[in-house]
C-alpha cells in the first residue's frame, strides 16, 4: 500500500519589529486554513514564526526583549493557542518555529511537532548552528545576526522521531532542523543515520547580507539576493539527495521594516533532490505537495546504503576537530615533506624553517566552574549567558551561586567579601573534591578573598573577574578606567588597583552611585543612562580601554560601548575575559605554581584539629538536652562548620537531610528534638581545612 502524505509550507511575509501579534497570528491561522482546505496532513511554519526575526536588532529594553519569546505551555498560551486549536480542530499537524524562554531562564531557538490527532507534542528541536555574532557591527547599516547573544546552542541533538497514523500502516520517520542548521551536512547525516523520510525546515534567510558573509559592500542587492537562493536550493537539494529524504522548508520573508530583505523560495524536495513545489511570491503563500515516502527506498537501499558503503574509521577528524587544521607548507617544489607544525618564512630570498610543537589533541572538555560568591542567582545566570556564546565547543561552564543561607546578596565591602569566602568556601571543598574541574573563575570584581584560599587549596587555575579584566585591559591599551558600582565599591577598587600593581595605568575610577543590586532592580535604561555618562567621563580623563566594575553588568557591555565607540575606546566584560585567559592557561598545560607556599607539615595541621579521621559514637536515650552536652564537651569545641544530618527511621528506611544554618551541634541536634525512637548521624567536614588532607567525621548515634 502506497506511504503517500500530502504536506504543505505555510510561507509568511514581512513581519516588522513593531508589527503586533495578534495580526501575525491571524495570518497563520488563514495560512493553516488554506492548507487544510487543499488537503493537507501536515503544514510547517517559518523559524520564529510569531514574530518578526529579532536578533537582527541589539535590544536593550528587556521588556521588548521578553515580548519576542515564548514563555510557559505555548500550546495554552494566549498568543499561541489559537494556532494550536485550530489544527487540532481540523486534524492537520504542524510544526512551528519560535523563540524559547525556558522556566530556567534559558532561550534558545526551538521549533515543534504537534500531533493534531492526539494533541501532544511529539518533539522538540533547539536550533544547534547558531550563526552570526553575539556584538553587532559597528557599521549601523549592516544587517546583524546576534543569535548568539540572545540564544544558548541547542542541547537536544538531532533526533529523528516518528508520527503516529500520518501515512498508512507506518508511522513514517521525520526530523527537524532550523534555518542554519540546513548549511551543516553533519546534520543532515545524523538524520540520514535514523533512517529519516522527511526533514522539516523553518528559515529566515537575509537577501542582502555582505557584513554577516563577509562580502563585498558595493555588490548588487538583486545579485546578492540571487547567490542567497542559489545557496538555499543548493543545501536543501543535495543534502535531501546525499540522505534519501523528503525535505519541506518554509521561508518568513520578504522586507521587514522597509529595510531588511528575506529570500522567499519555500520548497518541496523529494529524495532524488528534485524540486516538487516552489512558492511563486514573498507574500503569504501555501504550497502542497503528495510525498509517496517509498521513493526514500532507492537512495537508502542502493547508492547511500550507508550500512554498507560508509567507512567511519576514516571519518574521526568530523568529530574530534573544530577549526581548520591545514597541512604543512612545503619550502620548495623540491623538498622534501616537512613534519607538522613546521613553519616556513622567507627572507630576501632565503628560506628559514621554524619547527613549532603541533599542538596537542584536547581529548577531554575543559570543565570551568564560574563561582558567584553572593547569595543573587539571577547574577550567576546572567554572567553565564554571557559568556556562553563565546565559549569553544571543547570548553563547558558550571555556574555556582553562593549559599543563599550564609553568603550576602551583594559585595560592596571587604565585610561582605569575607562573609562570603568563607560561606563559598566551605560549599566549594566538597564540590571540587567531586567533580574535580579544570580552572575556576571568582565572578566578583574586587581582589576576593575567596581567589586566594582556593588557589591555597586547589592544584587548579583561580583567577577573579577584576584581574582578568585589568590584565586584558592593559592588552589593549596604555590607560584603562573603571565603571564601578557604589562610592564603597570605588573605594575597593582603588585598593584592589594597588595590590595588582597597576595603578599607573589607571585613568580613574568612577562610582555609579548604584548598589549592585539596583543593577536589576532599577529600570534598565535608567541603569544604562548613568553607566554610559560614567563612560564618557572616563574617556575624558584618558582611559582608552573601560572594565565593567560588577559581574552584574556583564550583559551592558555593548550598551557601553556605544557611547565610546567613536573615540576606539573598547569595553571590557570581566567574565568573558577570566573565562578565556582560564581556558587559554589550561590550554597551555598550565596548574596552580608556587604550592610550596602553602605545604605545611602535617603535625602543623595535627595541631589545629585538622587532619585524620575521626568517628565518635554515642548512645543515648530520649533526652536531647543530655545528648546536646556530651556533643558539646566532646565535640563542639571543634566544629565550627557546616553539618550534615540525616535523620534514618528505623522503621521506614527512609532519609531525610537536614542542614544547619550556622553549623553547631545544638543546632543539628534541634532538629531531632522531635523525632522518637529515630538515628541522628551527624557528620562535619571542616571547611577551610586544605584537601589534600582528610576531613574530621563525628558521628553521633541518638538511641
Given amino acids: 500500500m502506497s506511504r503517500r502524505i500530502r504536506v504543505a509550507a505555510a510561507q509568511i511575509g514581512a513581519v516588522h519589529r513593531t508589527s503586533a501579534r495578534p495580526e501575525t497570528l491571524q495570518r497563520m491561522l488563514k495560512l493553516l486554513e488554506i492548507a487544510a482546505s487543499q488537503g493537507a496532513q501536515l503544514v510547517l511554519f517559518p523559524e520564529t514564526a510569531f514574530t518578526t526575526f529579532f536578533p537582527r536588532y541589539l535590544i536593550e529594553d528587556q521588556t521588548e526583549l521578553d515580548s519576542f519569546f515564548e514563555h510557559g505551555e505555548i500550546r495554552t498560551a494566549p498568543q499561541t493557542a489559537p494556532l494550536f486549536d485550530k489544527a487540532k480542530h481540523l486534524g492537520v499537524d504542524i510544526s ?100 529519516v523520510e522527511m526533514v522539516l525546515c523553518g528559515y529566515n534567510t537575509a537577501g542582502f547580507a555582505p557584513h554577516l558573509w563577509g562580502a563585498d559592500l558595493n555588490q548588487d542587492p538583486a ?38 530583505n528575506l529570500i522567499g523560495s519555500s520548497l518541496i524536495i523529494d529524495p532524488e533532490g528534485k524540486i516538487v513545489a516552489e512558492t511563486k511570491t514573498k507574500e ?9 515516502l517509498d521513493a526514500c527506498r532507492q537512495g537508502k537501499t542502493r547508492t547511500f546504503d550507508f550500512g554498507r558503503h560508509r567507512r567511519i574509521e576514516h571519518y574521526t577528524r568530523i568529530v574530534e576537530q573544530t577549526g581548520v587544521i591545514e597541512p604543512a607548507r612545503l619550502a620548495d617544489t623540491t623538498q622534501a615533506s616537512l613534519p607538522n607544525g613546521t613553519i616556513i618564512t622567507a627572507t630576501n630570498g632565503t628560506s628559514n624553517t621554524l619547527t613549532l610543537p603541533t599542538r596537542p589533541s584536547q581529548a577531554k572538555q575543559i570543565r570551568i566552574l564560574l563561582c558567584n560568591p ?27 551561586t553562593g549559599p543563599s543561607n550564609d553568603a550576602p546578596t551583594a559585595i ?108 536589576e532592580r532599577l529600570p534598565r535604561q535608567e541603569v544604562l543612562h548613568v553607566m554610559r555618562k560614567v563612560a564618557k567621563k572616563l574617556v575624558e580623563r584618558g582611559a582608552e580601554v573601560l572594565t565593567l566594575g560588577c559581574a552584574g553588568m556583564t550583559d551592558m557591555k555593548s550598551a557601553v560601548e556605544e557611547v565610546v565607540a567613536e573615540e ?22 598550565g596548574r596552580a605554581g608556587g604550592r610550596s607556599m602553602f605545604e605545611e607539615e602535617e603535625e602543623a595541621i595535627d595541631s589545629r584539629f585538622q587532619a585524620g579521621t575521626t568517628k565518635v559514637e554515642q548512645s543515648f536515650g530520649p533526652d536531647i538536652s543530655a545528648c546536646t552536652s556530651w556533643a558539646l564537651d566532646n565535640v563542639g569545641t571543634h566544629i565550627h562548620q557546616t553539618l550534615a544530618a540525616t535523620l534514618m527511621s528505623r522503621r521506614s528506611g527512609a532519609n531525610a537531610d537536614v542542614t544547619s544554618r550556622q553549623g553547631y551541634v545544638t543546632d543539628v541536634l534541634s532538629n531531632a528534638s522531635e523525632i522518637d525512637g529515630e538515628t541522628l548521624h551527624v557528620e562535619g567536614k571542616k571547611g577551610l581545612t586544605p584537601v589534600r588532607h582528610c576531613r574530621c567525621h563525628k558521628t553521633i548515634v541518638v538511641g
Wanted: proline share 4%; with cysteine; aromatic share 8%.
Fill in 96 to 195: 512551528v518555529g519560535f523563540a524559547e524562554a525556558t522556566d530556567t531562564g534559558e532561550t534558545f531557538n526551538t521549533c515543534i511537532y504537534f500531533h493534531a490527532k492526539t494533541g501532544d507534542i511529539l518533539s522538540k528541536y533547539r536550533k544547534v548552528h547558531l550563526p552570526g555574532d553575539f556584538e553587532p557591527f559597528k557599521d549601523p547599516n549592516a544587517t546583524n545576526q546576534l543569535e548568539k547573544r540572545y540564544f544558548k546552542p541547542g542541547d537536544l541533538g538531532f533526533k529523528a522521531f516518528r508520527v503516529p497514523e500520518l501515512a498508512a500502516n507506518t508511522a513514517p520517520i521525520f526530523g527537524m532542523m532550523i534555518c542554519n542548521d540546513r548549511r551543516w551536512s553533519e546534520a543532515w547525516r545524523c538524520y540520514g543515520l535514523q533512517g
Fill in 223 to 260: 545579485k546578492a539576493e540571487e547567490d542567497a537562493i542559489f545557496h538555499h536550493k543548493l543545501t536543501m537539494q543535495s543534502n535531501s539527495y546525499m540522505n534519501a529524504t523528503f525535505s519541506v522548508c518554509a521561508a518568513r520573508c520578504g522586507m521587514d521594516d522597509g529595510k531588511y
Fill in 284 to 292: 503569504d503563500e501555501v504550497i502542497v505537495a503528495d510525498c509517496d
Fill in 374 to 400: 553572593n547569595a543573587t542567582e539571577s547574577m550567576t545566570n546572567s554572567c553565564l549567558n554571557m559568556v556562553s556564546p563565546t565559549l569553544p565547543p571543547d570548553v563547558s561552564i558550571t555556574g555556582f
Fill in 412 to 519: 560592596e565591602g571587604l565585610f561582605d567579601s569575607v562573609l562570603s569566602s568563607a560561606a563559598c568556601a566551605r560549599a566549594l571543598l566538597p564540590i571540587q573534591e567531586s567533580e574535580s574541574y579544570d580552572a575556576i573563575l571568582v565572578a566578583c570584581y574586587s581582589n576576593h578573598p575567596l581567589i586566594a584560599m582556593l588557589r591555597e587549596e586547589f592544584e587548579i587555575p583561580v583567577i577573579g573577574i577584576m584581574e582578568a579584566s585589568l590584565l586584558a585591559a592593559r592588552t589593549l591599551g596604555a590607560r584603562f578606567g573603571i565603571v564601578a558600582t557604589s562610592q564603597r565599591s570605588k573605594v575597593m577598587h582603588q585598593d584592589s588597583v594597588q595590590v595588582y600593581g597597576m595603578e599607573g595605568f589607571c585613568a580613574g575610577i568612577e562610582s555609579c552611585d548604584l548598589g549592585v543590586l539596583d543593577l
Fill in 568 to 589: 576606539g575606546v573598547q569595553v571590557v566584560d570581566g567574565v568573558v575575559a577570566g573565562v578565556q585567559h582560564l581556558v587559554g592557561v589550561v590550554r597551555l598545560g
